[in-house]
């Protein structure tokens, strides 16, 4: 039988990259599975929304599962139902693979989101929040959160669950993809004053953490502790980029220009960059208490904005 220590879905993206980087470089054994070889990795090719993934013969101690479908706003009922077929049923085939396996793994850690609380607005929400989420993706990955926590239950497996709020670092993809992208071409506003404040992490801190939260089962919030306002993030990225701190907007033609933005796409199908969502997040504090992490995994996070310069440059 072939045995490597991990086995680490979504190798490929952007959280994946950092996960692979850390592994190796504590000298451990890793199979990546995804549908297409990751150059340098050992990689099982798979498509996980089919049913048919083989892994027999194959023995891992724990496995890490970061696929998953973010970062987009689905316009068609297709495109809603493709959350739940890669963040639900992806997991479930993993799942099953794993039984037909012939050996369980002892631990499973998925990367899930603070997302599946459906707020706009809250300060240090713990664990407990109820997680009442209606979007595709908030949705989605609670039902796969449910998915596990039953399966690792009726099979002994250890399961942790990260719920994560932006990660933050080199080729981060969404939102903060985004700003920096328009701040590096000085297309981007900022919205009042900028105080609203936002949990984020960095990739490498979560990637880093990931061994020894195997070996805790829970749910844990991952951030750095400190939170910073829209205005702080801002200014941090713009002065990496060596770019004027951006224009601002105020709240009333932001939020008249977020009405444009609605009305808009509801009636071409364009997406623009402000909308009443985006509006939502950039003046809505939402905070995330990273205690229980602190407390049972030891998790000394780095502060966001002091390594700005790593995903800037």
């Known amino acids: 039988m072939k045995s ?5 879905t979504g190798g490929g993206g952007f959280l994946g990259r950092y996960v692979l980087g850390s592994l190796v470089e504590q000298g451990d054994s890793v199979t990546v599975l995804g549908r297409t070889p990751l150059h340098g990795w050992r990689t099982i090719l798979a498509d996980l929304t089919s049913s048919e993934i083989n892994l027999l013969g ?3 101690s724990t496995v890490y599962h970061l696929a998953g479908l973010a970062h ?6 297709s495109e809603r139902d493709m959350f739940f077929r890669v963040n639900v049923l992806g997991l479930k085939n993993l799942l ?15 990367a899930s989101s603070v997302a599946v609380y459906g707020v706009d607005n809250g300060i240090l929400l713990d664990e407990a929040t109820p997680r009442a989420a209606v979007d595709p993706y908030g949705a989605s990955k609670r039902e796969a959160e449910d998915a596990l926590m039953e ?12 719920r994560l709020p932006l990660v933050c670092g080199k080729g ?3 939102n903060l993809g985004t700003m920096m992208q328009s701040l590096a071409c000085g297309r981007y506003l900022g919205i009042g004053s900028g105080s609203a404040r936002r949990s984020m992490v960095l990739a490498r801190d979560v990637a880093e953490i990931l061994p020894k939260a195997a070996q805790v089962s829970g749910v844990f919030h991952l951030t750095d502790s400190y939170h910073p306002s829209f ?35 509801s009636i071409t199908g364009w997406a623009l960059p402000l909308n009443k969502n985006t509006f939502s997040k950039m003046t809505s504090t939402l905070t995330f208490s990273d205690e229980r992490a602190r407390q049972d995994l030891g998790w000394k996070p780095s502060k966001v904005l002091d390594h700005v310069l790593e995903f800037t440059t």
């Open 96 to 110: 099953h693979a794993l039984e037909r396996s012939g050996e369980l793994p002892r631990a499973i850690v998925l």
């Open 172 to 174: 981060a993809p969404g």
């Open 231 to 265: 205005a702080e993030l801002e200014r941090s990225i713009s002065s990496a980029l060596g770019r004027k701190a951006p224009r601002r907007l105020s709240v009333g033609a932001a939020k008249l220009g977020a009405w444009i933005g609605d009305s808009c796409q």
């Open 151 to 162: 399966w690792s239950a009726r099979h002994s497996v250890r399961a942790t669950i990260l």
């Open 4 to 8: 490597t220590t991990y086995l680490v």
């Open 72 to 77: 987009r706003i689905p316009s068609t009922e």
């Open 58 to 60: 194959e023995s891992y």
